[in-house]
C-alpha cells in the first residue's frame, strides 16, 4: 500500500465548480499533514496546512480525520488559474515530506 | 521570505559522463536539505537528506556511490549524478529545512532541474 494515496484524476471542471480531493495515508504516526501544489514543469509549493479541527484559506478548505487516516481538500469557486496537481503530503520522520502522486485539476471556462 | 535556487535549471549530457546540480538557500541558512526526483506523472521521491558538515542520509533503494551529496555549507548543497544513464533523465528537486523553532515543518522548494541524458 502506498503510504499517502490519491485519486491521480484528472478532475475536469468548469469555472464556478466546487471540487473535492480525497487522499488517504497508512501512516498512523504521522504529526502534521499538508496540500502542495504543483504545476507543470515547476517546483511544488505549499498551499495549506491541514489541521484536525479543519481550516480555511479564502476559497480552500482543508480537513484532517486522524481516525480514518484521511484528509481532503475542498475549493470552491474554481478559477482558470487553479488548474495544476494538487499534492497531499504527510510529515514523516527527521522533518522529511511523504508526497502522494497528486491529482489534477482542470478548470475549463 | 525564504529562497531556494538550483542550478542548472536543465541540463542535456552523454551517457556516461557526470553531472553536478547546485542547492541553495539564498537568504536563510539551512542545516537540512533534501533531494528529491520526479519521473512524469509520478510523485516527488525523497532520495536523500542533506545534512551540513555530514554524511548524508539516503532512502532506501538509492545508490549512494551513484548519487554523491555534498552539504559543505549552510547554505548550499550538491548533487552529483555519477555516471549517468537515460534511465537517471527525470526532474531533480531540492528542499531546504527552515527550521521555525516552534517545531513547524517549513521546506522551501528550489525551481528543480530538468536532466536528460542521451
Known amino acids: 500500500r502506498k503510504e499517502v494515496e490519491q485519486d491521480p484524476g484528472p478532475f475536469n471542471v468548469p469555472e464556478g465548480a466546487t471540487v473535492a480531493f480525497n487522499c488517504t495515508y497508512s501512516?498512523?504516526?504521522?504529526?502534521?499533514f499538508f496540500w502542495y501544489r504543483q504545476d507543470c514543469r515547476k517546483e511544488p509549493k505549499l498551499l495549506m496546512s491541514?489541521?484536525?479541527s479543519g481550516n480555511e484559506d479564502g476559497r480552500f478548505t482543508a480537513q484532517l480525520n486522524r481516525a480514518s487516516q484521511y484528509i481532503s481538500l475542498l475549493i470552491r469557486d474554481s478559477k482558470l488559474s487553479d488548474s495544476a496537481t494538487y499534492l497531499c503530503v504527510r510529515s514523516g520522520g527527521y522533518n522529511k515530506l511523504i508526497f502522494g502522486a497528486g491529482t489534477r485539476l482542470a478548470v475549463h471556462p | 521570505g525564504a529562497v531556494v535556487s538550483q542550478h542548472p535549471s536543465w541540463v542535456i549530457c552523454k551517457s556516461g559522463t557526470s553531472v553536478k546540480i547546485e542547492c541553495r538557500s539564498l537568504d536563510f541558512q539551512a542545516t537540512t536539505m533534501f533531494w528529491y526526483r520526479q519521473f512524469p506523472k509520478q510523485s516527488l521521491m525523497l532520495m536523500a537528506t542533506?545534512?551540513?558538515?555530514?554524511?548524508?542520509?539516503?532512502e532506501q533503494g538509492v545508490e549512494k556511490d551513484k548519487f554523491l551529496i555534498n552539504h559543505a555549507s549552510l547554505t548550499l548543497s550538491t548533487l552529483t549524478v555519477t555516471s549517468a544513464h537515460p534511465e537517471d533523465s527525470s526532474f531533480y528537486i531540492c528542499s531546504a529545512f527552515k527550521g521555525t523553532g516552534t517545531g513547524g515543518n517549513e521546506q522551501y522548494f528550489g525551481p528543480g532541474t530538468r536532466l536528460t541524458v542521451t
Open positions: 501512516n498512523s504516526a504521522s504529526q502534521s
Open positions: 542533506s545534512n551540513e558538515g555530514s554524511k548524508a542520509t539516503y
Open positions: 491541514v489541521y484536525s
